[in-house]
């Protein structure tokens, strides 16, 4: 498809390093799909839908950036929803998110409430002021918060509340954060492997599963379409959380 | 069922339809996934001799007639390389190298270290300054660049054609003179878009190349040209997306096919072209060799 043309009607900050924009159109995403975002004359970016029309971007690198310098009445290009988003099952459900990776898992509780679904939250942040979503995601079930600081809630990565939790209550459980939280997570909870759904992320160049670079080893998923949602199961054997390939194709270190 | 293995260009390969380069080529294990969809053999993404990231995006732009693409040649350079090659050989099909550099040294110094079943020169890419197509359409260029590969190479030699040129046979007849072991045309035809929203260039690149259903007839004519002149084997490319495409494409001359853009409808493409390329010799009573060339035998 094309890009097609839409304007950022409403930029929110929640953190002084991340914000969202609302656009001036609902592309009826599922919650775990994402968009290619083009910021003309700069990049094309992807990223996860935080709610039916909002975006939640995190400011990193130059295109984010550019973003960041774009206000309300602002022109972007985009090409989505893509890829597969998260599967809702069940009648309990947990999600686990790690910093602005919390974005898809609350417009998932927002779409699984809706369905009546009985939602928890276990989020894990740097401190205090990098918390997003806390309102969101309490509103609708009961949510456990560590900081790695211990500004907030428990002290610790987010792994450290999951002795809070007993996993086989949730018929299940969904992932989304920075590559060596959900890693870590994963392998903690391998028995539940079977029914954990992660967001994850490669590097995407054409988003329609033919350039190759998003892809994983050692089955070759292609991310960008028969992702950005994969089964832990696919994950545990993988190179997730291992090493990943950059724009060049070259093997690098999982940061984060 | 009819046979569909067949020698082309140095390779022995167990049916006449590989993966094109550039696509789902740049890892070890997406090249390994397409052999064993049913790939008779898999050309990597090119591969330069330093690291290079690409253009910015956007880097594809779907079009009515096709497929714009300009990722900028992409890759880790062969020092780190040769792993991914050696995961996809693990298939057991023909994994051939596409190479690219911006002189015939840089190419042969490439060739001389990684370790493949045959190379394919990317003398063709549309968009990356000081490579591809800037080299490739100049047939004295073409000649010289694919004599210095092969004499650095052990393997066979193919040569990837641009069509932006106003006449690819004598790019073809360079790369024969130049000991080339194949052709293999085309490469996609330069083009642009523009969004009119804003006035930009919908690339990153602003320039990419054109690829799919838009340019077959475009690749059928320049492949009937080359075959019936060269006396080195055609690999025919350019839009081939159905069985029916490919038999075409053979009867204009082409010993195998590569398909790409296709792959844009998953890795079933390799297994639905082959079943019917075998369904249509059945039908037809014909063999693999009876088809190759069919056109150009008719028009005598």
Redesign the interface.
């Known amino acids: 498809m094309k890009p097609i043309n839409c304007i950022i009607e409403e930029v929110r900050s929640e953190t002084p390093l991340i914000r969202t924009y609302r656009l001036d159109r609902n592309l009826n995403p599922a919650p775990g799909q994402y968009l290619m975002l083009w910021i003309r004359g700069v990049d094309e970016i992807p990223m996860s839908f935080s709610g039916q029309d909002t975006i939640t971007v995190q400011s990193v690198g130059v295109a984010t950036q550019a973003i960041f310098r774009m206000g309300a009445g602002s022109e972007v290009g985009l090409r989505g929803p893509l890829g597969n988003g998260f599967a809702l099952k069940g009648n309990k459900i947990l999600l686990i998110g790690g910093g602005v990776g919390t974005a898809p898992l609350a417009f998932l509780a927002e779409v699984a409430k809706k369905a009546d679904i009985s939602v928890t939250s276990l989020l894990g942040f740097r401190s205090r002021d990098d918390m997003i979503f806390q309102d969101r995601l309490e509103g609708l079930g009961e949510t456990i918060i560590t900081t790695d600081d211990g500004s907030y809630g428990i002290k610790g990565h987010a792994s450290a509340g999951l002795k809070e939790l007993n996993l086989f209550d949730y018929d299940q459980i969904y992932l989304c954060g920075p590559e060596m939280m959900m890693s870590d997570i994963i392998s903690r909870t391998a028995e539940h492997a079977a029914k954990t759904q992660a967001c994850i992320n490669r590097y995407f160049k054409c988003a329609a599963g033919i350039c190759g670079s998003c892809c994983l080893d050692p089955d070759g998923v292609r991310v960008c379409v028969e992702g950005p949602v994969l089964l832990a199961d696919r994950l545990l054997d993988s190179e997730f959380g291992r090493y990943k390939r950059g724009p060049s194709g070259a093997k690098g270190p999982c940061r984060g | 069922m009819p046979s569909l293995s067949i020698h082309a260009g140095g390779l022995d390969l167990k049916n006449p339809v590989l993966l094109a380069a ?12 397409a052999a064993l969809a049913g790939a008779g053999g898999v050309v990597t ?1 090119s591969v330069g001799s330093v ?4 253009h ?8 009515k007639c096709g497929l714009l ?1 300009a ?1 900028g040649l ?4 062969y020092r ?1 390389f040769q792993q991914e090659i050696k995961t996809a050989r693990s298939a057991g099909v023909p994994v051939i190298a596409s190479i690219f550099g911006s002189s015939a040294t840089e190419f042969a110094q490439i060739a001389r270290v990684l370790k493949a079943d045959a190379f394919e020169l990317n003398l063709s890419c549309p968009h990356a300054e000081k490579y591809g197509s800037e080299l490739g359409r100049y047939p004295d260029l073409v000649e010289s660049v694919t004599g210095a590969v092969k004499a650095a190479a052990d393997v066979p030699v193919w040569v990837k054609l641009t069509p932006n040129t106003a006449d690819i046979l004598e790019l073809g007849l360079a790369a024969q003179r130049g000991g080339a072991d194949a052709v293999v045309a085309i490469n996609t035809l330069k083009a642009m ?1 523009i ?1 009119i ?2 006035g ?1 260039p ?1 690339l ?1 690149n602003r320039y990419g190349g054109l690829s799919g259903q838009a340019i077959k007839p475009v690749a059928v004519r320049c492949v009937y040209e080359l075959a019936g002149r060269l006396e080195i084997p055609v690999i025919g490319v350019g839009g081939i997306s159905s069985w029916e495409d490919a038999v075409e494409m053979i009867m204009a001359g082409a010993q195998a096919v590569q398909v ?2 296709a ?2 409808g ?1 890795y079933g493409i390799f297994e639905e072209i082959t079943c019917g390329i075998s369904r249509y010799l059945e039908r037809k009573s014909m063999t693999l060799e009876d088809l190759c060339g069919l056109a150009g035998r008719r028009s005598q």
Do not use: C, Q
């Open positions: 550039g696509i789902l080529g740049t890892t070890g294990a997406s090249l390994r996934r993404k690291p290079r990231e690409g910015p995006g956007p880097t594809i732009v779907h079009v693409n990722m992409p890759n880790p350079s780190d878009a969004d929203e804003t930009y919908m990153g790409g853009t792959l844009l998953g």
